[in-house]
């Protein structure tokens, strides 16, 4: 039960001794914020639970983040399970939350929605980050559970950060698979999942569909989804389908190989990490970190331009029936 206090309206929103900046996004049952410490200046990345039921998921995220370690995954600098967020209103809220490291340049889908379709040298790069730090939950004990390319972040370095560790579960434990996403894999919606690792694997598939063509390759993994159907059954007509979507981006052979082995029905015969790694596309011209880091750079103006980013936010992927695609509505050609 949320306790809800009233003081004195203020010019800004507070986070026990943190003045709130802004917001960088939404994760699973709370809210991303960027924060000062009113006695140091320092500034973080706060992810805010404000209710007993997302309290669960908050404990859940800071044992898990305590077992993991590495250069792809966010750095946490203080958790709190019982603080106070106070609104500009002045009304209160108890809330707990996870102090991370500052996360400045915002997550790869808000990078993707303003860059629109990147170079498959770009793409190979974007997606060796996500596959180093999917590997480190993997390694660690762990199934990630509702991977989804929001939930990877830009840290102040131009390194690529995996956030909300909320669902990850032991790998020998039923992972938590949310079937309301679009990343989730078919046998979700089947009954209990029996591998959570296979499912991580599924949701990194549609991942990389998402960076190379900046649309999802279906609305659901459900066998009567139109597109998911002819993947399953026959890739060529699924191919040929999706060509509509991306007529000016050249899928290779490989491209739609290692998607296959990702998004495949059964969890048994879906491509593993060390196969992915050793497939041919993986292995063809990538990206640098510095090239990266240049792009990054190059689309902040459009961020900080607020109408362009209300719209963009607004429109991120229209909404259709099952059967048809999400496609990014923002218009990446208009010159400022």
Not at 2 to 22: G, K, R
Not at 60 to 82: A, D, F, H, P, Y
Request: charged share 20%.
């Amino acid at each position: 039960m949320i306790v809800y206090n009233t003081f004195m309206a203020s010019q800004e929103s507070t986070l026990d001794n943190y003045t709130v900046l802004s917001s960088l996004g939404v994760q699973h049952l709370a809210s991303m914020k960027k924060v000062q410490c009113r006695s140091t200046g320092a500034i973080y990345a706060a992810k805010i639970f404000r209710d007993r039921i997302s309290e669960v998921y908050a404990r859940n995220e800071i044992s898990t983040l305590e077992q993991l370690t590495g250069e792809n995954i966010v750095i946490v600098r203080q958790m709190v399970l019982l603080g106070t967020y106070t609104k500009k209103s002045g009304s209160q809220y108890s809330c707990s939350y996870i102090l991370m490291e500052p996360l400045p340049n915002g997550d790869l889908f808000k990078f993707l929605s303003f860059l629109g379709s990147p170079r498959p040298e770009m793409v190979r790069f974007l997606f060796s980050e996500i596959l180093k730090a999917l590997e480190t939950v993997h390694i660690s004990g762990f199934a990630y559970g509702g991977l989804k390319l929001e939930n990877f972040y830009i840290d102040s370095d131009f390194h690529i950060k995996l956030t909300d560790f909320s669902k990850a579960s032991p790998l020998d434990s039923e992972p938590n698979i949310s079937i309301q996403s679009k990343y989730t894999p078919p046998e979700a919606f089947l009954g209990p999942v029996s591998s959570g690792q296979a499912a991580d694997i599924f949701s990194a598939g549609v991942i990389l569909f998402l960076l190379q063509t900046s649309q999802f390759p279906f609305y659901s993994s459900k066998p009567l989804d139109l597109f998911y159907s002819q993947l399953t059954k026959n890739p060529r007509v699924f191919w040929d389908m999706q060509k509509k979507n991306y007529k000016s981006i050249q899928l290779s052979e490989d491209f739609k190989n290692l998607i296959e082995s990702m998004l495949c029905f059964e969890p048994k015969t879906r491509a593993n990490l060390d196969e992915i790694k050793a497939h041919e596309w993986i292995k063809g011209p990538m990206a640098d970190y510095d090239e990266f880091k240049e792009l990054v750079l190059k689309i902040k103006p459009w961020e900080n331009d607020q109408k362009i980013k209300r719209n963009m936010m607004r429109n991120r992927f229209c909404n259709q029936s099952s059967g048809k695609n999400y496609e990014f509505q923002y218009n990446t050609s208009v010159q400022k």
